[in-house]
C-alpha cells in the first residue's frame, strides 16, 4: 500500500531519473551563466553538479544501510554519530577554513542532544531506528543550516564593520561585547527560513513530515501532529544553535584568523 501511494506522488522509473538530470543542469547552467559564485567564477556550478551526484550516491548508500541498521541498537547510535560528526565538519568547513572549523560541533550539539534526549525519555521518541533516525536527521539538519547561516553572517558582518569593533574597544568595551553589538542583529537572521517555514506550512507547502505521514497510511490529523511537533523542535533547536553560534564567534572561537 506505501508503495502503491508513494508511486502515485512520484513515480521511480527513468523518466524520474531524466528529470532529475536536467533540473541538475538547469540549477548548474543557471549558477555558471549568471556567475552565481562569490567571486564570480564558475565555482558555485561546479559545487551544484557535485552535490546532486553525492547525493543520488548516499541517498542509495544510506537506504540500503538504514535497512540494516534499525535492527541493531550500536549500529543505530553509530549511524546517529557519524551524521552528527559530518554535520559539524559541514558547518565549520562553511563558516571557516582555519583550525577553529571544529567549535561548529557545539552549536549542533548544543540543541540536538538534549532535545533527543528529553524526547526520548519522555516517551514520544522510541529507541527504534525507524524512527530516531529521521527526527534526528531532522534536527541536525536544522542545527546545521542554522549555524552556518549564523556563523557566516556574524563573520561577515565584524568583517565589514571592524572599525565598529574597534571603536567599542576604544570605548572600553570587552572584546566579547564589541563583538556582539556588530554581529548580533546580522546573526539573527539565520532564524528567519525556520520562522518561514513555520509561519507557512499547510498554506505554502506541506512538508515532507506531513506527506511521509500521509503516505504511510496515518489521518491526516496525526500527520499534521507530527508535522507540527517536528517544526517547533525545529524552532527550539535552531533558536539554541544560533545563539550558541553567536557566542562562540563573540569569544573569538569561530574566526577567520589565517594560520601563522
Known sequence: MRDLAAQA??????????????????????????????????????????????????????????????????????????????AARTAGRRITENGSWWWAALPIAGPVVPVVTGLTLAGLLPVRGIAMIPVTGILIGGALTATVLAGRRALDELHARKGEFEAGLALGLLPRDARLEVIRPAASDALLPGLDQTRTVGLVTLPGAFVGMLLGGASPALAGAVQLFVLIALMAVQAIAVAVTVELVAYDRLNRTKPA
Open 9 to 86: 506522488l512520484l513515480p521511480v522509473n527513468a523518466t524520474l531519473g531524466a528529470a532529475l538530470l536536467v533540473l541538475l543542469l538547469v540549477a548548474a547552467a543557471t549558477a555558471a551563466v549568471f556567475r552565481l559564485s562569490p567571486d564570480g567564477s564558475y565555482g558555485r556550478a561546479r559545487e551544484i553538479v557535485v552535490a546532486g551526484v553525492r547525493a543520488a550516491a548516499q541517498l542509495g548508500a544510506v537506504s540500503l544501510v538504514i535497512g540494516w541498521v534499525i535492527h541493531h541498537l550500536a549500529a543505530l547510535f553509530a549511524f546517529l554519530l557519524l551524521m552528527f560528526a559530518v
